[in-house]
């Protein structure tokens, strides 16, 4: 069964804040990446790639793909997500976290250390690279490797993200199977939006999980 990820609204939290204050809890994470689209929607998406080989990742350099970029004040990409994905998150006046915690939806495992967390780009660099990026601007790449309108950067664990690496979903999935179903809809959202090819492989693996994850 899915586990969607979903933004919870401000009147909702305020309300379980305060509730749970006064019965001497904690409040509940206040955010998450984007959720992706239905269902239905995604099977569009899905049929509207572009199926090719994959191309030479001969070239590819992490450094063509700018990142970590400000986003807002002293925020850069990687401090938003931290701030937008953990629990309790307190920052300085730099925008690092000072505190709070981040639960990794690819282990289940959580942390207090934001050093201990990585930001993950789900569509990993080296495999927009061979799906279409390498033609594009350097412009273009840094607005990519700095997408947080779609599900594009989750704060997940440096294990499970360096386990990952720059597979795509025929080659790997999280271990928490429950997050499968997001996995998959984020996966074709993402390329979609981006206008990035899939492999015949890549494609009957999506495939496969929006039909049985879903």
């Given at each position: ?18 509730t ?9 994470a ?5 959720p ?57 006046e ?9 639960t ?18 789900f ?60 996995y ?12 990035l ?9 999506v ?8």
């Amino acid at each position: 069964m899915r586990t969607p990820l979903r933004r919870i609204p401000g009147a909702v939290l305020a309300a379980a804040a305060t509730t749970l204050l006064v019965l001497g809890g904690a409040a509940p994470a206040s955010a998450a990446p984007p959720p992706p689209p239905s269902l239905d929607e995604v099977r569009g998406l899905l049929a509207e790639l572009e199926v090719e080989d994959e191309g030479s990742g001969s070239d590819y350099d992490r450094d063509l793909f700018p990142h970590w970029s400000t986003v807002e004040g002293n925020c850069n990409t990687r401090e938003h997500v931290l701030k937008r994905d953990g629990d309790g998150v307190e920052t300085g006046e730099d925008c690092y976290p000072t505190a709070g915690s981040w639960t990794s939806v690819f282990d289940d495992v959580t942390v207090s250390d934001p050093s201990e967390i990585s930001v993950d780009h789900f569509v990993p660099l080296a495999e927009a690279w061979r799906s279409g990026a390498d033609t594009w601007t350097t412009d273009e790449r840094e607005k990519f490797a700095n997408d947080i309108d779609t599900g594009q950067l989750w704060a997940v664990t440096p294990a499970s993200n360096s386990a990952k690496g720059d597979k795509d979903p025929a080659k790997w999935m999280p271990e928490q199977e429950s997050i499968h179903c997001d996995y998959a809809l984020t996966w074709v959202h993402v390329k979609s939006t981006w206008k990035l090819s899939i492999d015949a492989e890549e494609k009957a693996a999506v495939e496969g999980l929006l039909d049985s994850a879903c």
